[in-house]
């Protein structure tokens, strides 16, 4: 072979085999093309069986939603079917609570007079009765309210020793009686003055012992001394020592914790069960062996949109003082029994915003599973009861049903409720 057929033959052979190449990648592109149209529906997870819906409004409910699973992705996402069963749960709601004062039965202890507090004696939670020293206030007010009491009671002195003496006047025709009329209407002037002082002393806290002292001494003292108007407990303390205050500042509140308040929130799927005068039985974690019995007296009409709960109230007599303020309390409403209901696992449930969905399993079509909105009861050990939505005996997805939910999810089938 000579070099100039050498020369001749590289250049076809490089070209045939970029020509082989190029038709060995045609194929298997067209040959992967072909699989990927004709794949199996065991390539995909799920697939929507329902459209899409819209976002519901406030308190309107669910729709229902539809997705089908291949029997591959059912089995490798461990979904286990079983049915809603039967359990017995207690007629009673339970609630938890707080205990609060009863407002009722509390008193606001305010300053008597502008001025500065200059010592408390009653603390937080301490025990009074009544009349007894709360607090001390220094009271320019009060020294001026003295001041004037023994201004006028001294004017009125005077002017009652002139009544008598143109009285005696007038007796003997050396005084007229129009003079007569001018010194009485003085004297009634004068008094009312002195009454004027007197109350004002009332209303700043000076007792009538201490006004006897008053006028006995004529010592002008600016201290107000504070003191409980009745019995009971300081539950609020806001007077502390070198404190300004004005008039009718609050300084104590004083409740009588004979009787207590238990106050909780009361979901609305509860609300047919409790009403004003259910009984109530309430217990403490603190104290598991106490058990007391009280009355629901108060329901909110109003229904928090975001917790869907009321606030709830139950009377308790307290006379022990067994119930501490803010201790935490289980309330157990209604009267004792039990009830048949449907109960489902509680890993069975699932969150979408603040609803509750299940899934129930379509026995006429393997695979395809329906998400749907309940309500739910109460507890009953690894169990929940079911309101509604579902009934006794209907197949549900009792694991695995949080691999449905990120199937619909992916497929954008709901949105989350407003």
């Known amino acids: 072979m000579t070099d100039s057929q050498m020369r001749l033959r ?7 085999s970029a020509c082989l190449l190029a038709g060995g990648a045609g194929a298997a592109y067209v040959l992967m093309k072909s699989r990927a149209a004709v794949a199996p529906l065991s390539d995909v997870a799920a697939t929507a ?4 819906v819209a976002t519901p409004g406030p308190g309107e409910p669910l729709p229902d939603v539809a997705l089908t699973l291949t029997s591959q992705s059912v089995t ?3 979904i286990i079917v079983g049915p809603v069963s039967t359990g017995t749960i207690s007629s009673r709601v339970t609630v938890p609570g707080t205990v609060e004062p009863n407002t009722n039965q509390q008193v606001a202890v305010p300053s008597p007079a502008a001025g500065r507090v200059t010592s408390v004696s009653a603390e937080l939670g301490a025990h009074v009765e009544r009349g007894q020293t709360l607090a001390q206030i220094s009271s320019p007010d009060l020294a001026d309210a003295q001041t004037r009491f023994l201004s006028t009671q001294a004017s009125a002195t005077v002017t009652q020793q002139q009544l008598q003496r143109i009285e005696k006047l007038t007796g003997i025709g050396a005084v007229s009686r129009q003079e007569l009329e001018r010194a009485r209407a003085d004297y009634t002037v004068a008094s009312a003055d002195v009454e004027a002082a007197r109350a004002r002393l009332t209303l700043l806290g000076v007792s009538p ?3 006897a002292a008053l006028t006995a001494r004529g010592e002008v003292a600016a201290a107000v001394t504070v003191t409980a108007p009745t019995p009971g407990t300081v539950v609020q303390r806001d007077a ?3 404190q300004n205050v004005d008039s009718s500042s609050p300084l104590f509140t004083i409740g009588d914790l004979s009787s207590v308040w238990i106050v909780g929130e009361l979901s609305d799927k509860d609300f047919s069960r409790v009403r004003l005068g259910s009984p109530a039985t309430i217990t403490t974690a603190a104290d598991p062996a106490l058990s007391l019995n009280g009355v629901v007296s108060y329901i909110d009409p109003q229904v928090n949109a975001v917790t869907h709960t009321s606030r709830i109230r ?10 501490g303020l803010g201790t935490l309390a289980e309330l157990q409403i209604g009267e004792a029994g039990s009830t048949e209901a449907a109960l489902v696992p509680r890993e069975a449930i699932q969150n979408v915003g603040d609803r509750q969905v299940l899934y129930l399993a379509d026995v006429g079509e393997p695979g395809r599973f329906i998400e749907r909105e309940v309500r739910l009861g109460d507890p009953v050990g690894d169990q929940i009861a079911v309101v509604s939505g579902v009934k006794p005996g209907d197949q549900i997805v009792v694991k695995g049903s949080l691999f449905l939910r990120a199937e619909r999810d992916r497929l954008g089938l709901r949105a989350t409720p407003r």
């Open 240 to 242: 502390t020592v070198g």
């Open 49 to 52: 069986t329902s459209p899409p």
């Open 314 to 323: 139950v009377d308790v007599q307290n006379p022990r003082g067994e119930l």
């Open 76 to 78: 490798g996402a461990g």
């Open 10 to 16: 590289w250049p076809v052979v490089l070209l045939g």
């Open 209 to 211: 012992e201490a006004l």
